[in-house]
Nanobody, 115 residues
Framework: QVQLVESGGGLVQAGGSLRLSCVAS????????MGWYRQAPGKQRELVAG???????NYADSVKGRFTISRDNAKNTVYLQMDSLKPEDTAVYYC?????????WGKGTLVTVSS
């Protein structure tokens, strides 16, 4: 059974930083692409950042230069370092694993950025 558990969300002032973590179980973590998505109130869920099993990364234009995705295969964990946060980054952030065409999701962690 695939489980993804996020942590690290919270309330931060604009310009601040947060680090999200997602621990995966039930999968061969090292071979699977992982990603972070977010969903703001009244908006669709969107990709924030992704990382392949070889470490290649991709980012939404809105977070390039501010967010960094990384993974530690020994700990079955993917991270999202978020710097220079803006109020428009406020959203529920979801961890995602893409396994043989199926998307698996965590329950999400709320990030609130105050102005």
């Amino acid at each position: 059974q695939v489980q993804l558990v996020e942590s690290g969300g919270g309330l931060v002032q604009a310009g601040g930083s947060l680090r999200l973590s997602c621990v995966a179980s039930g999968i061969i973590f090292s071979i699977n692409p992982m990603g972070w998505y977010r969903q703001a109130p009244g908006k669709q869920r969107e990709l924030v950042a992704g990382i392949g099993n070889g470490g290649i990364t991709n980012y939404a234009d809105s977070v390039k230069g501010r967010f960094t995705i990384s993974r530690d295969n020994a700990k079955n964990t993917v991270y999202l370092q978020m710097d220079s946060l803006k109020p428009e980054d406020t959203a529920v952030y979801y961890c995602n694993a893409h396994i043989f065409g199926t998307h698996y999701w965590g329950k999400g962690t709320l990030v609130t950025v105050s102005s």
